[in-house]
């Protein structure tokens, strides 16, 4: 059956000087006052307004509840009463998360917006014929209350004509009334629910507002509010305003003795001793129907006299200026009580003063009498927010716990509390022992919202069994119902039998939850619920006890288990997805990860995006961790179908999203999006996916993206492969990382952190540690450079050959340096590499050639030098200071001999030693070098440090003159410092 409209909203539009924001919040339901303040608090332009007014209500100071986070704020709003002081919000916010009302309105418009944001000036281009348009559109994809309520939103705002508005809803509500009148002459049954009037029956097929549940939706969130119904001085004037019922004596007690009657037979035999809530005809046909529904919700039996005293009373417990005293309200309440001894609720008045006023509790009266009474107090403490009272009344008098029997009206005021407290103190099994199953004679009663949030929270927190005795509970009311008259196919009721399936699931009780899903569905739900049913049943038939539990395995070894169970309900999840409805995202999403496991990311992504949109625009119900995996798959599918660039922005943007909010990403999916990034990506898109990847590594990220060319120049790739060398030490995996680094850094041209990846390379190496790797690397100069100079890489390899004790073929790499620098005219550097060669102690064969020559150059130096008119042989006097940069720990121990050697050689050198060593920590070593070199006449630079270390030096120098230094022992040594000493 289509939805309806509520009389509330029917009597604002039939009056249409009614109509302001506050009597239109109380038409809202919860969901629908919850998403309004939700926005209100979550945007920058209404939360500090929001802040304000809760901080004035609670007496608290403003920063103390800025501190408090969005959904604490929401729930001490919703326990105030309205008018807030936010005129926009309610329009903007009432639609958050409902598939943009207000955007399928001003479409239709053709008005430009954002997400239905609109700007001013609305009513200059909005005709009649195209208000009415539009409307209708929105009532086309929303349904007609939710379409009358958006209307009424904007008659409240005022930013368009109001005539056509107003018209438009008029027709709704006429077109509605014979809808109404239609199916009543086809039923002849019409059942009434206080004072809204409506087809009980019913279920919505489009709109999102009316009870539809998914999974871990949040319809039945927490619609008890502390202090609402008698909380505040406004609640109570909204309460006295609102009731048009007058006094409902003792006189209505025979209306409704019988159907009392039945409810009792009803509670006795369904629901002790029953388990899982299932009665015995669960799959059987609807019960006849009768000609007139025996089925009547009992009115309230407070008068608005009792709350104009409720009133008073509250003035005078804040002494309001104008009130009366205490002991004037005392003597109201006494003589309410004594005018009338055949009414009893008179003595709720005299309950809800002493509880108020914080005196005992106290009364000596008939059975109703006390009763009354003790409703009245349980209403008091929840005017003062003290759940934990009313447990001790609890605990301590029988005849509160005799108040949820649903026998009279006395429980009805009072049963919706307790419950309410035993939740509060995680007392959730006594619940079920409490409420009789006549105390829930309304489905739309907020007892019954009560225990359907009770259960759905327990059911999240993962206490099932604790979950399944309120379902229980919650499926013999429908079972009583149903014995009065009630039609099966109540959205509220298929829920709740949804709800106890997935217990039944996490119990392992597969067998049971599907029967209750295929029972559901032989009742012919609305499209919603019949999609996220045949998403159930999908489920089950893999042994997932929920959509949670489909999450693509981190590693690839446990995802083939993973794709069969899930295959197993390929043929419900397209069911699901066949009814093409809002919740069809449970069965697309089903689909999209199986159709991502298989490889087939163009229908994954397909998919993935219907299910991100249901599961972000209800993250609240369904949480952020389902909300964020979505986000995740959706992202890697959009990626690796590899459509275009701004789809692989997208993808990387909604996969880092997805990342910050701590989604693992399975390792076998990293390379088909790398891939896709790798195509068409630009650098900055794949630097970011690659660090996102990084950031959720489980262990593999790393070696999928190295392997990748584009990935491997990353920055973050780069960064993280020289990070995991350092923590592997000195090992062969470490050069092997060093090695990919290296080759990444050169191919994004950051030579500089080649250098220090080639730096580490040489360390291992002459260590003994990955010196295939490194020798190769060597052996190919044009692929070293610019990081390093030829010259460079000749001396890595023979200090690495050196190291390994391969001296002649040292010497074979020395040798060519040592020609150079003779052809260069470097005589020091040349016979400092003689000298160094002599040290390998190898055969003098071996040496003839390179001695002879040295020798021929330096006798020609010396005859030309002789040869010089005025020449004589110079000898040093002047003091000279020389900076020797190099060597390690052998070569420190040696500083003391080296000391001795110049004194007697050299006394008018002066030499300081930097022994800088292997370190990878060399930067200080350059530093100090730096301050070093200004108070020092010539420079030695032993070629036993680190490479890149004896660049930066080098390039310190900036003119000042330096000699290397080859050998490594005490002679060689202190000749390096006297020639470099007679060189300036």
Not at 130 to 137: E, G, L, M, V, Y
Not at 639 to 652: I, N, R, T
Request: aromatic residues 6%; contains cysteine.
């Amino acid at each position: 059956m289509p939805d309806r409209i509520p009389q509330p909203i029917r009597d604002l539009i039939e009056d249409p000087r009614k109509l302001n924001s506050n009597r239109l919040w109380q038409t809202l339901t919860d969901d629908e006052k919850r998403s309004a303040l939700s926005y209100a608090v979550g945007s920058e332009r209404t939360r500090d307004a929001m802040v304000g007014i809760v901080a004035d209500a609670n007496r608290f100071r403003k920063k103390t509840v800025d501190g408090w986070d969005n959904e604490k704020i929401v729930e001490a709003l919703r326990r105030l009463s309205m008018p807030l002081p936010i005129p926009n919000w309610l329009f903007y916010g009432l639609w958050i998360g409902q598939e943009g009302a207000s955007q399928v309105f001003l479409d239709a418009l053709g008005v430009p917006n954002e997400d239905g944001l609109a700007g001013d000036g609305l009513e200059q281009v909005a005709s009649e014929k195209s208000i009415h348009t539009a409307a209708d559109r929105v009532r086309r994809v929303f349904g007609i209350r939710s379409a009358v309520l958006f209307i009424l939103t904007l008659i409240c705002q005022g930013n368009l004509p109001q005539a056509p508005l107003w018209q438009w809803t008029r027709n709704a509500v006429k077109a509605d009334a014979d809808d109404r009148n239609d199916g009543e002459e086809s039923t002849g049954v019409k059942y009434t629910t206080g004072d809204v009037s409506g087809d009980l029956a019913s279920s919505s097929t489009t709109n999102p507002t009316r009870g539809i549940v998914a999974e871990g939706d949040g319809v039945a969130e927490r619609h008890l509010d502390a202090g609402k119904d008698a909380g505040t001085e406004k609640d109570a004037v909204s309460e006295m305003e609102g009731d048009t019922e007058g006094d409902a004596g003792t006189d209505q007690a025979e209306s409704i003795e019988n159907d009392t009657d039945r409810a009792k037979k009803v509670e006795n035999g369904a629901h002790e001793g029953r388990e899982d809530g299932d009665s015995d005809d669960t799959s059987g046909g609807v019960p006849p129907t009768p000609h007139r529904a025996e089925f009547e919700i009992r009115p309230v039996r407070l008068s608005g006299l009792d709350r104009l005293v409720h009133k008073a009373i509250i003035d005078a417990r804040n002494g309001v200026t104008g009130s009366l005293q205490v002991e004037q309200t005392d003597e109201i309440v006494n003589e309410l009580a004594a005018l009338n001894s055949d009414r009893p609720q008179s003595y709720f008045s005299r309950g809800f003063a002493d509880s108020v006023f914080g005196g005992s509790p106290n009364c000596s009266a008939g059975p109703e009498a006390i009763r009354w009474y003790w409703a009245g107090v349980i209403r008091g403490r929840i005017y003062l927010s003290d759940f934990a009272g009313i447990v001790r009344h609890y605990d301590d008098e029988p005849i509160v716990r005799s108040l949820g029997d649903g026998t009279d009206a006395a429980s009805d005021e009072a049963v919706e509390h307790v419950v309410q407290a035993l939740r509060d103190a995680d007392r959730h099994t006594e619940t079920a022992d409490f409420v009789k199953t006549a105390a829930l004679r309304d489905p739309e009663s907020k007892l019954f919202e009560v225990l359907l949030d009770t259960g759905t929270d327990l059911l999240r927190r993962e206490r099932p069994g604790e979950a399944r005795v309120v379902f229980a509970l919650l499926m013999d009311a429908e079972y009583m119902l149903r014995n009065l008259g009630f039609p099966q196919g109540n959205d509220r009721f298929l829920t709740v039998r949804r709800r106890q399936a997935h217990t039944l699931r996490k119990l392992n009780e597969h067998e049971q939850a599907e029967k209750l899903l295929r029972d559901i569905l032989e009742l012919n739900p609305n499209p919603e619920i019949r999609a996220m049913i045949c998403a159930d049943l999908g489920l089950l038939e893999g042994g997932f006890a929920e959509l949670e539990e489909v999450c693509l395995p981190l590693e690839q070894d446990a995802a083939g288990d993973f794709i069969e169970r899930l295959r197993a309900g390929e043929e419900m999840f397209q069911e699901s997805i066949g009814n093409d409805v809002h919740y069809s995202g449970h069965g697309h999403y089903c689909l999209g990860v199986l159709a991502l496991a298989d490889g087939d990311y163009s229908s994954a992504a397909f998919h993935l995006e219907r299910a991100r949109g249901l599961f972000n625009s209800r993250k609240p119900s369904y949480g952020s961790p389902l909300a964020s995996r979505a986000d995740l798959y959706a992202g890697i599918s959009k990626a690796a179908q590899v459509e275009s660039v701004g789809d692989l922005s997208y993808a990387a943007r909604i996969i880092s999203n997805a990342v910050a909010a701590g989604t693992p990403i399975p390792a076998y999916l990293i390379k088909p999006a790398a891939e896709g990034f790798e195509l068409l990506g630009t650098a900055d898109v794949q630097s970011d996916f690659c660090a996102t990847v990084l950031e959720s590594d489980q262990g593999a990220a790393l070696d999928v993206l190295a392997d990748i060319d584009s990935a491997q120049s990353t920055e973050p790739v780069t960064k993280a492969l020289r990070r995991r060398a350092q923590k592997l030490g000195k090992t062969e995996a470490a050069a092997a990382d060093l090695q990919r680094c290296f080759e990444g850094c050169m191919k994004a041209r950051r030579h500089e952190d080649a250098r220090n990846a080639l730096d580490e390379l040489e360390m291992l190496a002459i260590g003994g540690v990955g010196e295939e790797t490194f020798h190769d690397l060597l052996m190919d100069i044009e692929k070293l450079q610019p990081a390093w100079e030829k010259n460079e890489a000749v001396v890595a390899q023979v200090r690495c050959l050196e190291a390994r004790g391969d001296l002649e073929n040292a010497m074979a790499k020395a040798v060519p340096l040592f020609h150079e620098a003779l052809t260069m005219g470097n005589v020091d550097e040349a016979k400092s590499i003689y000298e160094n060669m002599c040290a390998y102690g190898l055969p003098d064969s071996l040496y003839q050639d390179v001695k002879s020559r040295l020798d021929g150059v330096i006798s020609q130096y010396d005859s030309v030098e002789s040869g010089k008119v005025g020449s004589t042989p110079r000898r040093k006097t002047r003091q000279v200071r020389v900076l020797f940069v190099g060597g390690n720990e052998n070569q420190e121990k040696m500083e003391p001999a080296i000391r001795e050697q110049l004194k007697e050689r050299a006394p008018h050198v002066e030499v300081k030693f930097v022994f800088s060593g292997w370190s990878g920590n060399w930067p200080p070593h350059l530093e100090r070098v730096r301050r070093e070199l200004e108070r020092h006449d010539v420079l030695v630079l032993m070629r036993f440090m680190r490479t890149h270390l004896g660049r930066e030096i080098r390039k310190a120098c900036d003119g000042k003159p330096w000699r290397s230094c080859w050998p490594s022992g005490v002679g060689g040594i202190t000749e390096s410092i006297i020639s470099a000493a007679d060189s300036v």
